[in-house]
C-alpha cells in the first residue's frame, strides 16, 4: 500500500502542545535527554547482566539456580532493550551523540540490529502507529490478526489462549529470522530500508558472529549442546514474552484505534499528534518499580508525543499532556494497574479472533 498522509491543521493541538513542553523545560532549566538515573540504572543493568553470563557459563551452578538465572538474565536483557537500546536510539540517552549510538548498540550485543530498529520502530512504527499495512509491528502474520482490517482465520478464534506462546518466540524469531529478512529483502514490510552503507553492513554481520559467538559458542564449549539448548530456550522465552507484552499493551488494547485512510485522498483523518494519542494506551503509570524496569515505556503516550525526550521525565509531561488533553476534549487512554492493560489485550485479542 503506498503511505498515507496526515491531515494538515492550522493551529494545531501538536503545536500548543510543544509550546506547553517547551515551557516547562525552559522554565525548570533541565535538559530533554537523559540524566545521572539513567546512567545508575544503565550501569546496573549492564554489571547484572555482564555477572550471571559469567556466572553461567563459567562458573555454571546447579540446575535450579542455573534455571533461575536464565529467567533473570532474560528480564535483564529485556530490561536493557527498554532502558539503555530504546533511548539511545531515539537519541535521548545522553546529549552526546556517541553516547546514544554506544548505548543503541547494545542491541547488537543482545543479537538484534540497531540500524533495523531504527528503520522498524523510530521511523515506521512512531509515524505510523497502527496503521494496517504500515505499522510493522501489528504484522503479526496469519497466526495473529491485531486490526480488523486484517484478515480472519480459524485459528484467530483461539489467539486469546495461544498468544503467549508466540510471543515468548519473539526474540528467537527476532535474531534469528527476522533481521536477516529485512536484510535481505531491502524492506520493512511495504517501506523500503533506507540504504545501507559499507559500515552498516560491516556492523550486521560483524556483531551477528559476535552474539553467536557469545550465546552460542562459548556456553556450548563450556557447558555442552543439551545445557545450553535448555539454558538458552529459558533466557530467550522469558525475554520475548517480555518485550512482546509490553509493546503490545501499549497500542493493541480494547479503546486503542487503529485508523484507516481514506480511500480517495489516502489521508489519515487526525493530525499526527491526535492520531498518536488515539493509538496508544498508558499503563499503570503510578508504579514506580514498573516505571523503573520497563523504561518509561508505560508512559507510551508521553513516549510517542515527545520521541527525543528522555523516559525520565515522562512523569512530570505526563501531567501537562493529560491536561492538554482535558482542554481539547481528546481521550486520553490509561490502564491504572498492569493486570488491567493486560486484561484489556486478551479480551481486545478474543473480539478480533471472533470477529
Given at each position: 500500500?503506498?503511505?498515507?498522509?496526515?491531515s494538515?491543521?492550522?493551529n494545531?493541538?501538536?503545536?500548543?502542545l510543544?509550546?506547553k513542553?517547551s515551557q516547562?523545560?525552559?522554565?525548570v532549566?533541565k535538559?530533554?535527554t537523559g540524566?545521572?538515573?539513567?546512567?545508575?540504572?544503565?550501569?546496573?543493568?549492564?554489571?547484572?547482566?555482564?555477572?550471571i553470563y559469567?556466572h553461567?557459563v563459567?562458573f555454571?551452578?546447579?540446575v535450579f539456580v542455573a534455571?533461575?538465572?536464565c529467567?533473570l538474565?532474560?528480564?535483564v536483557?529485556?530490561?536493557?532493550?527498554f532502558n539503555?537500546m530504546?533511548?539511545?536510539?531515539?537519541g535521548?540517552f545522553s546529549?552526546?551523540k556517541w553516547l546514544?549510538?554506544?548505548?543503541?548498540?547494545?542491541?547488537n550485543?543482545?543479537g538484534?540490529?540497531?540500524?533495523m530498529?531504527?528503520?522498524?520502530h523510530?521511523?515506521?512504527?512512531h509515524?505510523y502507529t497502527?496503521?494496517d499495512?504500515?505499522?510493522?509491528?501489528?504484522n503479526?502474520?496469519?497466526?495473529?490478526?491485531?486490526?480488523?482490517?486484517?484478515k480472519?482465520?480459524?485459528?484467530?478464534k483461539?489467539?486469546?489462549?495461544?498468544?503467549?506462546?508466540l510471543y515468548?518466540?519473539l526474540?528467537?524469531?527476532?535474531?534469528?529470522?527476522?533481521?536477516?529478512?529485512?536484510y535481505?529483502a531491502g524492506k520493512?514490510?511495504?517501506?523500503?530500508?533506507?540504504?545501507?552503507?559499507?559500515?552498516?553492513?560491516?556492523?550486521?554481520?560483524g556483531?551477528?558472529l559476535?552474539?553467536?559467538?557469545?550465546?552460542?559458542?562459548?556456553?556450548?564449549?563450556?557447558?555442552?549442546?543439551?545445557?545450553?539448548?535448555i539454558?538458552f530456550l529459558?533466557f530467550?522465552?522469558?525475554?520475548g514474552?517480555?518485550?512482546?507484552?509490553?509493546?503490545?499493551l501499549a497500542?493493541?488494547?480494547?479503546?486503542?484505534a487503529f485508523p484507516?485512510?481514506?480511500i480517495?485522498?489516502?489521508?489519515?483523518?487526525d493530525?499526527?499528534a491526535?492520531?498518536?494519542i488515539?493509538?496508544?494506551a498508558n499503563?499503570a503509570?503510578?508504579n514506580?518499580?514498573i516505571?523503573?524496569?520497563?523504561?518509561?515505556l508505560n508512559f507510551q503516550?508521553?513516549?510517542?508525543?515527545?520521541?527525543?525526550?528522555s523516559?525520565v521525565h515522562?512523569?512530570?509531561i505526563s501531567k501537562?499532556?493529560?491536561k492538554?488533553?482535558a482542554?481539547y476534549g481528546?481521550?486520553?487512554?490509561?490502564?491504572?494497574?498492569?493486570?488491567y492493560?493486560?486484561?484489556?489485550h486478551?479480551?481486545?485479542?478474543?473480539?478480533l479472533?471472533?470477529g
Amino acid at each position: 500500500m503506498s503511505i498515507p498522509k496526515f491531515s494538515n491543521i492550522p493551529n494545531s493541538f501538536h503545536a500548543e502542545l510543544k509550546r506547553k513542553i517547551s515551557q516547562y523545560f525552559e522554565e525548570v532549566g533541565k535538559s530533554t535527554t537523559g540524566d545521572y538515573k539513567i546512567f545508575i540504572k544503565a550501569v546496573i543493568l549492564m554489571i547484572a547482566f555482564a555477572f550471571i553470563y559469567i556466572h553461567l557459563v563459567f562458573f555454571t551452578p546447579v540446575v535450579f539456580v542455573a534455571i533461575l538465572e536464565c529467567v533473570l538474565l532474560g528480564m535483564v536483557v529485556s530490561s536493557i532493550g527498554f532502558n539503555v537500546m530504546h533511548d539511545g536510539s531515539h537519541g535521548t540517552f545522553s546529549k552526546y551523540k556517541w553516547l546514544n549510538k554506544f548505548a543503541a548498540l547494545s542491541l547488537n550485543i543482545l543479537g538484534g540490529n540497531s540500524f533495523m530498529w531504527k528503520m522498524k520502530h523510530v521511523v515506521i512504527h512512531h509515524a505510523y502507529t497502527n496503521v494496517d499495512g504500515v505499522d510493522d509491528d501489528i504484522n503479526a502474520g496469519p497466526l495473529l490478526r491485531l486490526a480488523a482490517t486484517q484478515k480472519k482465520y480459524k485459528l484467530h478464534k483461539y489467539q486469546h489462549i495461544y498468544f503467549g506462546f508466540l510471543y515468548s518466540l519473539l526474540y528467537i524469531f527476532w535474531i534469528f529470522v527476522s533481521d536477516y529478512k529485512k536484510y535481505f529483502a531491502g524492506k520493512i514490510g511495504s517501506v523500503p530500508l533506507k540504504k545501507m552503507s559499507l559500515a552498516d553492513h560491516l556492523s550486521f554481520w560483524g556483531f551477528k558472529l559476535l552474539h553467536l559467538l557469545l550465546f552460542i559458542g562459548l556456553p556450548v564449549y563450556f557447558l555442552g549442546f543439551t545445557p545450553w539448548l535448555i539454558g538458552f530456550l529459558v533466557f530467550a522465552l522469558v525475554a520475548g514474552f517480555v518485550l512482546s507484552i509490553v509493546f503490545q499493551l501499549a497500542h493493541t488494547v480494547e479503546h486503542t484505534a487503529f485508523p484507516v485512510a481514506n480511500i480517495d485522498t489516502n489521508r489519515l483523518e487526525d493530525e499526527w499528534a491526535i492520531h498518536q494519542i488515539r493509538t496508544t494506551a498508558n499503563f499503570a503509570t503510578r508504579n514506580k518499580v514498573i516505571s523503573w524496569f520497563v523504561g518509561g515505556l508505560n508512559f507510551q503516550i508521553e513516549h510517542h508525543l515527545f520521541p527525543k525526550i528522555s523516559h525520565v521525565h515522562y512523569p512530570a509531561i505526563s501531567k501537562i499532556i493529560r491536561k492538554a488533553c482535558a482542554d481539547y476534549g481528546i481521550a486520553y487512554i490509561e490502564y491504572p494497574k498492569m493486570i488491567y492493560a493486560v486484561m484489556s489485550h486478551v479480551n481486545y485479542l478474543r473480539q478480533l479472533g471472533r470477529g
